[in-house]
């Protein structure tokens, strides 16, 4: 019960913290996001999307763990493989209806047509998966391998590194493109 509960506190202060740094991030950046006409109208999807998708990826390597469906190793691994396509896959398709909404919404609204936000969705969230994918594998099987339950930190740690990848990829869209 001890571990438990030093785990999950352990957690949700790095989720704070996590927290604090992807909104600061965020608002030292205002005068970029305002050149993309729809971003304020997708950053809490794309947001909530990147912990959603990563989150979904860790619950299920974890339970393959302790299943022993899996083992903590990325070689060889097709438990593994099948749910980083899925991921990826996810990632992209929810990544495209979020900036085709936020372009209609824009549309509708403000009457802007600025395909732009389409693309920056597409790329901030392939970008987002190449952050946040290897990190929850890496933390899954080495929270694993070291006596911890994934399920009691994971939660908060994909929830924090979801929102700094996500705001980071946002930004470094918005430069590319």
Known sequence: MHKDFREIFYGELVSLTGGI????????????????????????????????????????????????ITKPQARNNRFLRENVIAAVILAFVVSLVLGLVSFAFSYYFFGITNAKIIYVAIVAGLLSNIIEIPLTIMANFWLFRHGHDPNNIMGPYITTIGDIASVASILIAIVIL
Do not use: H
């Open 21 to 68: 740094v992807a909104g600061t991030m965020l608002a030292s950046a205002t005068n970029q996001i305002m050149l993309v006409p729809g971003l304020f109208i997708l950053l809490p999807g794309f947001l909530e999307m990147r912990g959603s998708i990563s989150g979904s990826m860790s619950a299920r390597l974890s339970s393959g763990l302790f299943l022993k």
